[in-house]
């Protein structure tokens, strides 16, 4: 019997388990850090959705640019 309940990739990303898994395969075909992806991409994307702030694509891009810097 699977165990219900919020999964804590949702909680935390807005991603559920199996989505997280085809992002982490598409990061290593790509050599891009999955961490990285989901600290500073899909978190910041996630709390911005929930505080219903604007996601248009100038605020996509501040978003990756802030998360470009964290690699530096």
């Not at 790509?30 to 600290?39: A, G, L, N, Q, S």
């Not at 505080?51 to 998360?67: F, P, Y």
Request: net charge positive; with cysteine.
């Amino acid at each position: 019997m699977s165990k219900k309940g919020l999964d804590s990739l949702f909680v935390h990303y807005g991603i559920r388990k199996d989505d997280m898994t085809t992002i982490e395969q598409l990061c290593e075909k790509h050599e891009i850090d999955p961490e990285w992806v989901k600290e500073y991409l899909l978190k910041g994307y996630h709390e911005k959705k929930i505080k219903n702030e604007e996601l248009d694509e100038k605020a996509l891009k501040k978003l990756i640019e802030k998360g470009l810097q964290k690699i530096k």
